[in-house]
T-cell receptor, first 110, second 117 residues
Framework: GQNIDQPTEMTATEGAIVQINCTYQ??????LFWYQQHAGEAPTFLSY????GLEEKGRFSSFLSRSKGYSYLLLKELQMKDSASYLC???????????FGAGTILRVKS | NAGVTQTPKFQVLKTGQSMTLQCAQD?????MSWYRQDPGMGLRLIHY???????DQGEVPNGYNVSRSTTEDFPLRLLSAAPSQTSVYFC????????????????FGPGTRLTVT
């Protein structure tokens, strides 16, 4: 089966660092994606990991451990505009089908 | 490039009515897909296509039909609307069917908010 787990909600303070975790159990693995979705808008691509380790892109970093079925998204120097839902998605072994987690709502407070 | 476009943005249907949600992309992407998003359940795949003339079912296909006659267009048809189909529908496209080295991330349209009464 396919199962992707993320915390439902998180709250953090402006300027701080927050880590959003994602654990997965899927029938195949060909990459893990993180998407950002602001309320009422479409998801937008943040990051992609297919090999173990850390991928850094500005204030955002994403980490993957395939042996543990685990990933996290790290957001540094939080800004109010980072308040959004963050979606973890896994691509299976064949094709480009994505299985999404339910998403983590991040609230950034001043 | 307009990217991925969807029409309409909002729609209200009565139970039993049928309609087609339109999706088009101008990026010459091979892969297109339809998702529905419900509170607390994330995005669930309805149908997808790996190229013109080829479609397949996703996780929740019942009550929906698709066709792909051109690379650009991928309409989603609701055959007989039910209140359980009240949701936000997203169309997405990506340039390849997937690969180990490159992300080939999916680009999403703005969504259609459908209410069935």
């Amino acid at each position: 089966g396919q199962n992707i787990d993320q915390p439902t909600e998180m709250t953090a303070t402006e300027g701080a660092i927050v880590q959003i975790n994602c654990t997965y159990q899927t029938s195949g693995f060909n990459g893990l994606f993180w998407y950002q979705q602001h309320a009422g808008e479409a998801p937008t691509f943040l990051s992609y990991n297919v090999l173990d380790g850390l991928e850094e892109k500005g204030r955002f970093s994403s980490f993957l451990s395939r042996s543990k079925g685990y990933s996290y998204l790290l957001l540094k120097e939080l800004q109010m505009k980072d308040s959004a839902s963050y979606l973890c998605a896994v691509r299976g072994e064949y094709g480009n089908k994505l299985v999404f987690g339910a998403g983590t709502i991040l609230r950034v407070k001043s | 490039n307009a990217g991925v476009t969807q029409t309409p943005k909002f729609q209200v249907l009565k139970t039993g009515q049928s309609m087609t949600l339109q999706c088009a992309q101008d990026m010459n992407h091979e892969y297109m897909s339809w998702y529905r998003q419900d509170p607390g359940m994330g995005l669930r795949l309805i149908h997808y296509s790996v190229g013109a003339g080829i479609t397949d079912q996703g996780e929740v296909p019942n009550g929906y039909n698709v066709s792909r006659s051109t690379t650009e267009d991928f309409p989603l048809r609701l055959l007989s609307a039910a209140p359980s189909q009240t949701s936000v529908y997203f169309c997405a496209s990506s340039p390849r069917r997937g690969g180990r080295k490159y992300a080939y991330e999916q680009y999403f349209g703005p969504g259609t908010r459908l209410t069935v009464t």
